[in-house]
């Protein structure tokens, strides 16, 4: 059966983009109020869902240790190779392991986890309730669960009235075939809701770059969507991508894609009553 592209794109990733997701998804200082809500602390165990180059898994050891462990779960056998050669680098090989697989749904036990962390990946899914059902379902009553999401739907880019009209239309085309839920960022309460989850609370994060910060998401992610989605030519995404150089060479450049942070709880007794 074909994949449909927002799977497929992950499924197989080129040498070049692993490069650029290498870089893209570093983890960064800025990323630490995402982190807060998880409460992380020695001891824990962590499962990583969709840990991708696994930077992020890599923070999250180290800030369960000593005696935590985390365990990154990612559909992509690159990913899971570079994060555990990554890891190995870092001297954690015994506190992090990696998993290749697809989900939903997860492939660990119920209660498995004291924390469950979700960073960008639950536009991606099939089924973004599903997963967030199954996030519940391995957290151990008490535990923590927190989905960090951007909302594609409100992305903004302005680089100025010239190239208005083809930044519009590389963003939808982009958009057309790179996610399965758009709006996930607004929705991601509601599936923890649906999921059973307690105490949730939404946090958003929305910050607009003008320094250039996100543009290699432009750059690397959105102009390579908008050329596959068909419905841009690749020398019209090659001249807004020369555009957008020379938005940002002169201060014209803008971007913002609202981060939303929900954090829930799973009951302390059983969320299935038994
Ligand atoms: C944008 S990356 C985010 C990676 C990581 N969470 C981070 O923030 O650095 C999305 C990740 O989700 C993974 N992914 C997407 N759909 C998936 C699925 N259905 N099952 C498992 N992993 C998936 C991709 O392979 C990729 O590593």
Known sequence: MTQPYYKSHWIEIEPERHVAYDDLLKFHPAMERLLEPLELRPGLKVLD???????????LAQRVLPGGHVTGVDINAEFVKRSGDRARAA???????????EFPPLPFADCSFDRVWCKNVLEYVDDAGATVAEMARVTAPGGIVVAVDSDWAMMAVELGEASRQMTNRILEAAKSIAV???QIGRRLFHHFLAAGLQQIDVKVFASPDRKGLMAGMLRNSIARYAVDSGKVSA?????????LDQAQAEGRYLFLLPQFVVC???PAAS???E
């Open 235 to 243: 020398a019209d995404v090659q001249r807004w991508l020369a555009e």
């Open 49 to 59: 869902v969709g840990s991708g180059p696994g930077h992020t898994t890599i923070a």
């Open 264 to 266: 829930g709880r799973r």
């Open 180 to 182: 399965n839920e758009p």
């Open 91 to 101: 001297g954690l090989q015994d506190s992090i392991d990696y998993r290749r697989s």
């Open 271 to 273: 969320i299935s009553g």
